[in-house]
């Protein structure tokens, strides 16, 4: 009886003993941080900051636009868009054009422009583009030939000459001159053809220095191919106004005004 006190006493002690241990252990638990809270705080010095990191899009290499060969020779001088080239012709003093009909009540002239522009090949003009490329992209004197070579074929076939025509109603200014580029024919006793002198030329022309010989507006007529010079205003441009009709045709008052006809040639039989 007294060996089971004894033991009974012992086990309480040890446990009475025990509980300080058991509280520092638990105070050292609670000290240290969780080790998922010790990688929120942790900071990374050697990452870099996005803000700072370069936009690899701003870096990438951008391919600069196709630059064309300029235009040489007989197509100098030409626009390669059919509507700039519209605008143009319609600025200039001077137009030949053919007669299509002549309204007489209203004085005006029917014509029809022929209007010249430069058209581009696409297909050549992609093999330009394609050998520009790789010119840029050459890495040996060999690959720089070969592609300077098949730009110049390329461009020898870019460009080609072509026309649109236009209708345009062009109404006669008041005080008109039309002129005839030949004089009337002249015929002898049987009929035939016979030149003219000089002096007779020259009494044709007459005195008022204008290109020709006299006409009148009469004597022009559907099929001839004409030349017009358009009425200028104090500035030397001439103000094309483009008010319409009711029906959105552009009136022939409206209309730019001729100043002066030169019957260039006669309607082809």
Same mark, same amino acid.
């Given at each position: 009886?007294?060996?089971?006190?004894?033991?009974?006493?012992?086990?309480?002690?040890?446990?009475?003993?025990? &509980?300080?241990?058991?509280?520092?252990?638990?105070?050292?638990?609670?000290?240290?941080?969780?080790?998922?809270?010790?990688?929120? /705080?942790?900071?990374?010095?050697?990452?870099?900051?996005?803000?700072?990191?370069?936009?690899?899009?701003?870096?990438?290499?951008?391919?600069?636009?196709?630059?064309?060969?300029?235009?040489?020779?007989?197509?100098?001088?030409?626009?390669?868009?059919?509507?700039?080239?519209?605008?143009?012709?319609?600025?200039?003093?001077?137009? /030949?054009?053919?007669?299509?009909?002549?309204?007489?009540?209203?004085?005006?002239?029917?014509?029809?422009?022929?209007?010249?522009?430069?058209?581009?090949?696409?297909?050549?003009?992609?093999?330009?583009?394609?050998?520009?490329?790789?010119?840029?992209?050459?890495?040996?004197?060999?690959?720089?030939?070969?592609?300077?070579?098949?730009?110049?074929?390329?461009?020898?076939? &870019?460009?080609?000459?072509?026309?649109?025509?236009?209708?345009?109603?062009? /109404?006669?200014?008041?005080?008109?001159?039309?002129?005839?580029?030949?004089?009337?024919?002249?015929?002898?006793?049987?009929?035939?053809?016979?030149?003219?002198?000089?002096?007779?030329?020259?009494?044709?022309?007459?005195?008022?220095?204008?290109?020709?010989?006299?006409?009148?507006?009469?004597?022009?007529?559907?099929?001839?191919?004409?030349?017009?010079?358009?009425?200028?205003?104090?500035?030397?441009?001439?103000?094309?106004?483009?008010?319409?009709?009711?029906?959105?045709?552009?009136?022939?008052?409206?209309?730019?005004?001729?100043?002066?006809?030169?019957?260039?040639?006669?309607?082809?039989?």
């Amino acid at each position: 009886m007294q060996a089971v006190s004894r033991l009974v006493a012992f086990v309480l002690i040890s446990s009475l003993l025990g &509980l300080p241990i058991l509280g520092a252990d638990d105070k050292d638990k609670a000290a240290d941080p969780p080790k998922d809270e010790g990688k929120k /705080t942790k900071v990374k010095k050697d990452e870099p900051d996005k803000k700072d990191e370069p936009d690899k899009k701003d870096n990438a290499k951008k391919t600069p636009p196709a630059k064309l060969p300029p235009l040489k020779g007989k197509l100098k001088g030409y626009e390669t868009d059919k509507d700039a080239a519209e605008k143009k012709l319609l600025r200039q003093p001077k137009v /030949t054009a053919t007669v299509m009909a002549v309204v007489e009540d209203k004085k005006s002239l029917r014509l029809k422009l022929t209007i010249p522009y430069v058209k581009i090949n696409q297909g050549q003009l992609q093999s330009y583009v394609n050998a520009q490329m790789s010119l840029m992209q050459a890495t040996n004197p060999q690959s720089v030939l070969n592609a300077q070579n098949q730009m110049a074929q390329a461009a020898a076939q &870019l460009y080609q000459l072509d026309k649109i025509e236009k209708e345009v109603e062009w /109404t006669a200014a008041d005080e008109i001159k039309v002129r005839t580029k030949y004089p009337p024919p002249k015929f002898d006793d049987k009929g035939r053809p016979k030149p003219y002198t000089r002096k007779e030329l020259q009494e044709l022309r007459g005195n008022d220095k204008l290109p020709g010989f006299p006409a009148e507006f009469s004597d022009v007529k559907a099929g001839q191919i004409v030349e017009v010079t358009l009425l200028q205003d104090k500035n030397g441009t001439r103000p094309v106004k483009r008010s319409r009709d009711a029906e959105g045709e552009v009136s022939a008052d409206n209309s730019p005004k001729i100043s002066m006809i030169i019957i260039v040639a006669d309607p082809k039989n």
